[in-house]
Antibody, heavy 121, light 107 residues
Framework: EVQVVESGGNLVQPGRSLRLSCAAS????????MHWVRQAPGKGLEWVSG????????AYADSVKGRFTISRDNAKKSLSLQMNSLRVEDTAFYYC??????????????WGQGTLVTVSS | DIQMTQSPSSLSASVGDRVTITCRAS??????LNWYQQKIGKAPRLLIF???SLQSGVPSRFSGSGSGTDFTLTIRSLQPEDFATYYC?????????FGQGTKLEIK
């Protein structure tokens, strides 16, 4: 059974940092690109960042570029998102999702349950 | 970035009804269009990929169609478990972008 489990969400003050993790099981992790998608409470879905299966191609939404860093460890079947200089508008549920096929054509076929990041003073 | 616009934003229907949700892209995206279902408090679930291909495990009452800029998601014979919010998403180019969602409610 495919499982994707996020962790690391918390309440943090504006300007501070937080690191999210995603643990994968039940599929061949290094066959898939992995992505982070977020959803502010009561709002729609927003793609945040993605990384190719080998980690050589990375992309970010303009809203997080220069502040967030995505990485993966295929040996540990894990994905991470380092979030620096957090802003109130980064408050959201953050989902880890896997994507088959080409990195540049992402479709999200399995999602974690999400982890909540709240940025507030 | 490619803008995705769904209509309607909300929809009331009854069990057994047939419903259609539309999604329009701001430029042609061929058939690089995916549909998701999200229930309250849950993660999204992929229903349809490549505009019309049914994801494994998804009931056949769900279907998708369209190409270019205009797409539809049809649910034939609504079931109680289908009341949820539906999102379209383009996978034609980065960044992937989503529609604003269509909330399907029980009449």
């Amino acid at each position: 059974e495919v499982q994707v489990v996020e962790s690391g969400g918390n309440l943090v003050q504006p300007g501070r940092s937080l690191r999210l993790s995603c643990a994968a099981s039940g599929f061949t992790f290094d066959d898939y690109a992995m992505h982070w998608v977020r959803q502010a409470p009561g709002k729609g879905l927003e793609w945040v960042s993605g990384i190719s299966w080998i980690g050589d191609t990375i992309a970010y939404a303009d809203s997080v570029k220069g502040r967030f860093t995505i990485s993966r460890d295929n040996a540990k079947k894990s994905l991470s998102l380092q979030m620096n200089s957090l802003r109130v508008e980064d408050t959201a549920f953050y989902y880890c999702a896997k994507s088959p096929g080409l990195f540049a054509e992402p479709q999200f076929d399995d999602w974690g349950q999400g982890t909540l990041v709240t940025v507030s003073s | 970035d490619i803008q995705m616009t769904q209509s309607p934003s909300s929809l009331s229907a009854s069990v057994g009804d047939r419903v259609t949700i539309t999604c329009r892209a701001s430029q042609s995206i061929s058939t690089y269009l995916n549909w998701y279902q999200q229930k309250i408090g849950k993660a999204p679930r992929l229903l349809i990929f490549a505009a019309s291909s049914l994801q494994s495990g998804v009931p056949s009452r769900f279907s998708g169609s369209g190409s270019g800029t205009d797409f539809t998601l049809t649910i034939r014979s609504l079931q109680p478990e289908d009341f949820a919010t539906y999102y379209c998403q383009q996978s034609y180019s980065l960044p992937p972008t989503f529609g604003q969602g269509t909330k399907l409610e029980i009449k």
